[in-house]
């Protein structure tokens, strides 16, 4: 672990990969809520945590690297479970990354227990981990220019979902409803670093006709035909 | 209808409510957002008695025009402009009493770039997360002003301003920017460092809210490849692929790729924000207090 000066006020702390860094995140909020640490955000990454704002820089700067960091508990707090409908237009182009038939891909996906490692590119956008790491896959060689909202999507080690439709270079392999960010409700995120996640597949019911989609159409595959 | 609201007749090229922005979000990817001149918008939110962090407008490079619905008191400041209040010169920089249903016109900047409007009362759109400011890369907040929108005032405070006019900063000819390196200064080679602080760049004009981009001298990394995504702060100086420094303002992104060469102190922020495309830019290390 090292401590690296960011300016006049922040510390970019780096650790080794990302469970170390998910391990650190904790314990600066456990020490933040304590009192121990002052500092006004704590920006988890990849394999870093951002200390912006802090009141003493150099002092924590010096200490940090002695510090014991527990590892991560697991923790018996409820799992946020996120319906997804495993319809996405990459799902053929991951499955033969997997090396698994297109059917397998919502099972592997839906079996793995997920955890918010980090946010960012979008307010309330999580990077999910928790997909062995056989399950990597490339972002598109050429990013989409609209990726719908609720779009549940992958790209390296992560799973994403799509708080908004936006430009975007992952692939997609499904879709949800939950509303990944609301401003106007508290908490505006859903999912914000640390919580647990579960993909549940919501296989479309034939009696009961799923919002303005007649049952009988076939479904389509292009994202963009999707109303909202 | 309440009269506490104002008309925009012409909104400017870009003109955005913005108050101090809403730190504190970073770790869901929420940018801090708020004014690029901080004390600018500090300043005219005295002239007309509000606190430093009532909403205010910020214009870009050709003013803006309004027309309140009540008698307001207002101020200008941050680049300096003419002003006038139904065709007559009014004072920049000092509080101006604009009659209901007059028109208030914030001129083009003589030099700079952001003006600053306050009204007493502060500009009351709906706060979200805490802040009135238009966040330009992730959406949040008011839209910017367009022709024809209505935009709600808040009730004016009992307190008076306690000054009448007072200084401001010339936008500088040059911009100085003060940086302390890291945290991935050890991704550039020796000359890149020696190059970024030694060499003249020039503001580019696809600058925005985002960052303050540059043209000069390309910086030479010692290590291709991607960085993890990582955390980034206002003023880190992000280089990208095709090695021209970005300076990272209050619209920034809250986490990115590219590496951070350097640091500038938020302080030298302000005037940044009021540097025009083609300014000169000099990056001086400041070294670690």
């Given amino acids: 672990m090292r401590a690296l000066p960011v300016g006049e006020q922040a510390l970019l702390v780096e650790v080794s990969d990302g469970t170390e860094a998910q391990a650190l995140h904790a314990e ?17 990454a990849a394999r870093t945590v951002l200390l912006d704002g802090l009141d003493e820089p150099r002092r924590v700067g010096a200490e940090l690297p002695g510090w014991e960091i527990p590892p991560l508990p697991r923790r018996a707090e409820a799992v946020l479970e996120i319906p997804v409908r495993y319809d996405g237009p990459d799902l ?4 033969a990354h997997w090396g698994v038939p297109v059917h397998e891909v919502a099972r592997i996906h839906s079996a793995a ?10 307010p309330g956008f999580g ?21 719908p909202e609720g779009s549940v999507a992958l790209a390296g080690p992560y799973t994403g979902v799509y708080p908004r439709a936006s430009p975007g270079g992952w692939q997609l392999i499904g879709s949800t409803d939950t509303v990944l960010w609301d401003h106007a409700r508290v908490p505006a995120a859903l999912l914000s670093p ?3 996640v579960r993909f549940v597949a919501d296989t479309p019911s034939m009696d009961t006709p799923s919002r303005d989609t007649p049952p009988t159409a076939a479904p389509s595959t292009d994202p963009t035909a999707r109303s909202r | 209808m309440t009269d506490r609201a104002f008309a925009v007749v012409r909104a400017g090229a870009l003109t955005t409510v913005q108050d101090l922005g809403r730190p504190g979000h970073a770790h869901l990817g929420v940018p801090r957002s708020g004014a690029l ?3 600018a918008a500090r300043l005219v939110n005295r002239l007309v008695g509000n606190p430093p962090d009532a909403a205010a407008l910020e214009t870009t490079l050709d003013g803006c025009a309004v027309r309140p619905r009540r008698t307001v008191t207002v101020a200008v400041g941050g680049a300096p402009c003419p002003v006038t209040v139904d065709g007559r010169p009014a004072p920049w920089g000092a509080p101006v009493r604009v009659p209901a249903g007059a028109l208030l016109n914030v001129g083009s900047a003589v030099s700079g770039v952001r003006c600053y409007v306050a009204f007493d009362g502060g500009v009351a759109v709906d706060p979200v ?5 238009t966040d330009l890369l992730s959406g949040l907040g008011p839209p910017p002003l367009a022709d024809g929108a209505v935009l709600p005032l808040g009730r004016p405070g009992a307190a008076h301003a306690r000054v009448d006019t007072v200084p401001q900063p010339a936008p500088p000819r040059e911009l100085v920017l003060r940086v302390a390196l890291g945290p991935r200064a050890d991704w550039f080679t020796a000359a890149a460092l020696n190059t970024l602080t030694t060499r003249t760049y020039t503001v580019s004009s696809a600058s925005n809210r985002i960052g303050l981009r540059t043209e000069g001298p390309p910086l030479e990394r010692r290590f291709e490849g991607e960085l993890p995504s990582e955390g980034m702060v206002l003023g880190a100086v992000q280089v990208p692929p095709d090695g021209r420094p970005v300076v990272f303002l209050a619209d920034h992104p809250t986490t990115g790729g590219y590496p951070v060469v350097a640091v500038v102190r938020e302080s030298d922020l302000a005037s940044a924000a009021q540097a025009r495309p083609g300014t000169p830019v000099r990056f001086v290390g400041a070294g670690r207090r």
Avoid: H, K
């Fill in chain 1, 28 to 44: 600066l909020l456990r020490r933040r809520a304590t009192g121990s640490l002052r500092v006004r955000e704590i920006v988890p």
């Fill in chain 1, 92 to 95: 053929a182009d991951v499955a």
């Fill in chain 1, 113 to 122: 227990e997920f955890r918010v490692a980090f946010c960012g590119f979008a």
């Fill in chain 1, 127 to 147: 990077y999910l981990t928790g997909l062995p790491g056989r399950y990597e896959v490339p972002r598109r060689a050429t990013p989409r220019t609209g990726v």
């Fill in chain 1, 194 to 196: 640390g919580v647990r």
């Fill in chain 2, 37 to 39: 001149d901080p004390p």
């Fill in chain 2, 129 to 133: 997360l805490g802040s009135r400011s």
